[in-house]
Every structure is written in structure tokens, then in C-alpha cells.
């Protein structure tokens, strides 16, 4: 199996949530992660991001156009 490489930055816990639901039914792997850190109170989520989702290279693409159709959902 591939290893899991860093595929977007993901904007906000609500989008991580909306991708997360819609990797599990289309059994994508993926994992993400916050980059939250309670030393710091959360500074480099205001620099970095909410945090990534991270996943094999071969669904990349795939990630990618459903995080597109979900930010798009999201700015009506």
C-alpha cells in the first residue's frame, strides 16, 4: 500500500467533517489531522490552516475534486 502524502490544507473543522463523512462512504483512504495545538492555543491554525487530510497519491485527484465541489456547495 502507498504511503500517505499531504493532499490539501483543509480550511475549517466543518469542511474536515464534510470530507470525512464522504471518504468513508466512497471507502477512500485518508487521514486527517488538526493542526490545533492547545500550547499554543490554536496559533497555527490561524497561519497554517484548520489542518490536511492526508492519503495514498493514487486518490489525489479524487480528494481534490470533491473538496472543490464542497467549497463551492458551501460559498450559496
Known amino acids: 500500500m502507498c504511503e500517505n502524502q499531504k493532499i490539501a490544507v483543509l480550511e475549517n473543522e466543518v469542511e474536515a467533517s464534510f470530507l470525512e463523512t464522504i471518504l468513508m462512504e ?3 483512504p485518508f487521514n ?8 499554543y492555543d490554536g496559533l ?3 497561519v497554517k ?3 490536511a487530510v492526508y492519503a495514498p497519491v493514487d486518490f489525489k485527484d479524487e480528494i481534490l ?7 463551492n456547495s458551501q460559498e450559496v
Open 44 to 46: 497555527f491554525q490561524l
Open 26 to 28: 466512497r471507502e477512500i
Open 65 to 71: 475534486e470533491i473538496l472543490n465541489e464542497l467549497r
Open 49 to 51: 490552516g484548520w489542518g
Open 32 to 39: 486527517i489531522r488538526s493542526y490545533h495545538d492547545s500550547a
